[in-house]
């Protein structure tokens, strides 16, 4: 019998190419983020998966950009109880009133740090690297709804821990290709 040779992450190596796991697994999970606004969303996206699966989220995307004007952080920040009460009656997210709140303070404090940093990115590099514990303090000292698992899918989705993907897989290729030098650390 000839062992089996990996070529894909396990969590995905037998799934179709359609499923929405896969579509993230091969286009965003560990893929360094640009933007503040993409940092932003991928941190409220995995605020709102505590307790509930990521099949979920994945499958309210596009739901969540709608309904949190493209994660548009000075927008966010601005949001009021009308808008609120928009958000908990829309089905297409999910609709938890801490999540949201948080997703709001998030805006506000990522927007202080913007003025402070540049760029909540540039903050992010700024501490960058850290241990996954380090984060979490850091991470619970900024922000509200961050426990050790939010910030670990957190930074491993958008490249800050290493790990997102197996070394034999070939996104994992694909992304240390897109790192800069010193996120290789």
């Not at 709140?101 to 690297?129: C, M, R, V, Y």
Request: hydrophobic share 40%.
């Amino acid at each position: 019998m000839e062992p089996v040779i990996k070529t894909y992450c396990d969590y995905v190596m037998n799934l179709d190419i359609d499923n929405v796991h896969r579509q993230y697994h091969d286009y965003e999970y560990g893929f360094p983020l640009d933007t503040d606004d993409a940092l932003f969303a991928r941190l409220v996206l995995e605020i709102n998966q505590a307790g509930l699966s990521w099949d979920t989220i994945l499958k309210k995307k596009q739901n969540f950009f709608k309904a949190y004007d493209d994660f548009e952080i000075h927008k966010v920040a601005k949001y009021n109880e009308k808008k609120i009460e928009k958000l908990l009656n829309d089905a297409g997210i999910i609709r938890n009133r801490l999540k949201i709140h948080a997703a709001i303070d998030n805006a506000k404090k990522i927007a202080t740090l913007q003025k402070e940093f540049g760029s909540f990115k540039d903050w992010l590099n700024h501490h960058h690297p850290l241990t996954k514990e380090e984060w979490v303090k850091l991470f619970k000292q900024h922000f509200r709804f961050t426990g050790g698992e939010i910030v670990n899918e957190f930074l491993l989705s958008t490249g800050y821990l290493k790990g997102s993907h197996a070394e034999y897989c070939p996104i994992y290729k694909k992304i240390i290709k897109l790192k800069p030098m010193w996120m290789k650390k």
